[in-house]
């Protein structure tokens, strides 16, 4: 209608335009007429929405937060509106629940926090035995890429079965397919109803058992219970139960560890020698890398674990692992290692070995190996 008037005044002062000009000023005429029409904030929301249904409520402007269909896609506007309110300082941001209401869709976990690998039962086990030196053995095999293993005794086969395999999975290390979980719990081997417990777990898992000379191993058992109880009996008096006449008591404990050959038969009831693998705990000492190189085939592993990764401490009289770049020191074993052992008198020594020679025989014929305990 106020175009209409508008050219109705302008009509009789067209006889004295230029045909150019009356047609510059019908574009003019024809262009206001159409923004009156067609508001600007109209024309701008067409030509910003992505889709059809994405309008926004402009009609209550400050008063209403404009609202999104659905289907809307966000807009560069948006964007720059998202990035904003993030940088915001923390206690400007909405309550979550608002945050909930406004975002439907749930932001995943920063990778950092997500858990890699499964809590697997174990493939390998050290069985034993008590102050042979299994810690060491856990400690180096621990270097090797492919092995995780738990880092304190479950004790799951002796003490904790009645708490079920799951209990027993849920202390294990996370694992990729790739790697080996293993665990070290040194009493195992002398307890009678462990192999059959482990068989039923598993007929395929792989036994470790360090051994070393049974007198020295008696006398390093007894030095360590001695640290937690001062008052014990001299090591004589437990160890014999009439010295003089070379009566040894084979029920303490300490004594009873060393007899192998009785222990490995129990245990040859459910599994085969091959699964079997004995580490020398003498050359442990002299030798870290080749008694490592060994078990690192036993576990048909990689040989990752070399001469490279120890030097010997001589203050401890043990091997110790030569620190990792990503480490400031080197890394020995605990205190309890290395120990300098209680005197003991030589003549209760020779009749200690008397008492053993015969089981450190049958031992050696059953494993095919002379470890020289002499």
Same mark, same amino acid.
């Given at each position: 209608?106020?175009?209409?008037?508008?050219?109705?005044?302008?009509?009789?002062?067209?006889?004295?335009?230029?045909?150019?000009?009356?047609?510059?000023?019908?574009?003019?005429?024809?262009?206001?007429?159409?923004?009156?029409?067609?508001?600007?904030?109209?024309?701008?929301? =067409?030509?910003?929405?992505?889709?059809?249904?994405?309008?926004?409520?402009?009609?209550?402007?400050?008063?209403?937060?404009? %609202?999104?269909?659905?289907?809307?896609?966000?807009?560069?506007?948006?964007?720059?509106?998202?990035?904003?309110?993030?940088?915001?300082?923390?206690?400007?941001?909405?309550?979550?629940?608002?945050?909930?209401?406004?975002?439907?869709?749930?932001?995943?976990?920063?990778?950092?926090?997500?858990?890699? /690998?499964?809590?697997?039962?174990?493939?390998?086990?050290?069985?034993?035995? =008590?102050?042979?030196?299994?810690?060491?053995?856990?400690?180096?095999?621990?270097?090797?890429?492919?092995?995780?293993?738990? /880092?304190?005794?479950?004790?799951?086969?002796?003490?904790?079965?009645?708490?079920?395999?799951?209990?027993?999975?849920?202390?294990?290390?996370?694992?990729?397919?790739?790697?080996?979980?293993?665990?070290?719990?040194?009493?195992?081997?002398?307890?009678?109803?462990?192999?059959?417990?482990?068989?039923?777990?598993?007929?395929?898992? =792989?036994?470790?058992?360090?051994?070393?000379?049974?007198?020295?191993?008696?006398?390093?058992?007894?030095?360590?219970?001695?640290?937690?109880?001062?008052?014990?009996?001299?090591?004589?008096?437990?160890?014999?139960?009439?010295?003089?006449?070379?009566?040894?008591?084979?029920?303490?404990?300490?004594?009873?560890?060393?007899?192998?050959?009785?222990?490995?038969?129990?245990?040859?009831?459910?599994?085969?020698?091959?699964?079997?693998?004995?580490?020398? /705990?003498?050359?442990?000492?002299?030798?870290?890398?080749? %008694?490592?190189?060994?078990?690192?085939?036993?576990?048909?592993?990689?040989?990752?674990?070399?001469?490279?990764?120890?030097?010997?401490?001589?203050?401890?009289?043990?091997?110790?692992?030569?620190?990792?770049?990503?480490?400031?020191?080197?890394?020995?074993?605990?205190?309890?290692? /290395?120990?300098?052992?209680?005197?003991?008198?030589?003549?209760?020594?020779?009749?200690?070995?008397?008492?053993?020679?015969?089981?450190?025989?049958?031992?050696?014929?059953?494993?095919?190996?002379?470890?020289?305990?002499?």
């Amino acid at each position: 209608m106020a175009c209409v008037l508008l050219f109705n005044r302008l009509l009789p002062f067209s006889h004295r335009l230029t045909r150019t000009s009356i047609g510059v000023l019908s574009l003019l005429l024809s262009y206001l007429c159409y923004c009156a029409l067609f508001p600007a904030g109209t024309v701008m929301q =067409k030509s910003g929405d992505v889709t059809p249904g994405c309008r926004r409520d402009a009609a209550d402007g400050a008063k209403r937060r404009p %609202e999104k269909a659905a289907s809307c896609a966000p807009t560069a506007a948006d964007a720059r509106a998202s990035g904003a309110h993030a940088s915001r300082p923390r206690s400007d941001r909405r309550p979550p629940s608002t945050a909930r209401a406004a975002r439907s869709d749930t932001p995943s976990p920063p990778v950092g926090s997500l858990k890699f /690998g499964n809590k697997k039962l174990p493939n390998a086990i050290i069985v034993g035995v =008590k102050k042979g030196g299994t810690r060491a053995v856990l400690e180096f095999i621990r270097i090797h890429p492919d092995v995780r293993a738990a /880092g304190t005794e479950t004790h799951f086969f002796d003490r904790n079965y009645d708490r079920g395999l799951e209990w027993y999975r849920g202390l294990m290390p996370r694992t990729l397919e790739s790697q080996i979980t293993m665990e070290k719990t040194p009493s195992y081997f002398v307890t009678k109803e462990t192999p059959r417990r482990i068989s039923a777990m598993s007929r395929d898992t =792989k036994l470790i058992v360090v051994v070393r000379d049974p007198v020295t191993r008696a006398i390093s058992d007894y030095t360590q219970t001695l640290t937690k109880s001062p008052d014990l009996p001299s090591f004589q008096e437990l160890a014999f139960r009439n010295q003089s006449a070379g009566a040894v008591d084979a029920s303490w404990n300490a004594i009873r560890i060393g007899l192998y050959a009785l222990h490995l038969e129990n245990w040859l009831h459910y599994f085969p020698l091959s699964q079997i693998h004995f580490v020398s /705990g003498e050359r442990l000492i002299t030798d870290p890398a080749g %008694e490592l190189a060994r078990v690192q085939d036993f576990l048909g592993l990689k040989r990752i674990v070399t001469d490279k990764h120890f030097y010997f401490n001589r203050t401890k009289g043990f091997p110790c692992l030569k620190k990792p770049e990503s480490s400031g020191s080197p890394r020995c074993l605990g205190k309890s290692k /290395g120990r300098t052992h209680v005197q003991i008198d030589r003549d209760a020594i020779e009749q200690l070995r008397d008492f053993y020679r015969p089981y450190n025989v049958k031992f050696y014929e059953m494993v095919g190996h002379d470890f020289k305990w002499e």
